[in-house]
């Protein structure tokens, strides 16, 4: 069992910066993948970023403007988002997919919210 907390949400105004932490219950070198992904109203849930392996996937709408990040000592993944646009407002998830053999699992945070006004 893998538990994520995820902090740093909030209100800012479009070109400003925001930045998210993803705190995991396990070290995070036991993951096989850690990422970030978000949903807005009456959106499915969408890939933000993720890492696996020493592979880096960003969804092109946030390429070039927002920026993964883990620090291995705290167990703990960033997301600093940069010129946020009003668009990228949505409720921001924390997963992680751990793998055993043939048996994956993924996990999801409590997910935090993040606004963007225009």
């Known amino acids: 069992q893998v538990h994520l907390v995820e902090s740093g949400g909030g209100l800012v105004q479009a070109g400003g910066a925001l930045g998210l932490s993803c705190a995991a219950s396990?070290?995070?070198?036991?993951?096989?993948?850690i990422g970030w992904y978000r949903q807005a109203p009456g959106d499915q849930r969408e890939l933000v970023a993720r890492?696996?392996?020493?592979?880096?996937n960003y969804a092109d709408s946030v390429e070039g403007r927002f920026t993964i990040s883990r620090d291995n000592a705290k167990n703990t993944v960033y997301l600093q988002m940069a010129s946020l646009k009003p668009e990228d407002t949505a409720v921001y998830y924390c997963?992680?997919?751990?793998?055993?053999?043939?048996?994956?699992?993924?996990?999801w945070g409590q997910g935090t919210q993040v606004t963007v006004s225009s």
């Open positions: 997963e992680t997919e751990t793998r055993f053999f043939e048996d994956s699992k993924e996990y």
């Open positions: 396990v070290s995070i070198l036991r993951l096989y993948a």
């Open positions: 890492m696996s392996g020493g592979t880096t």
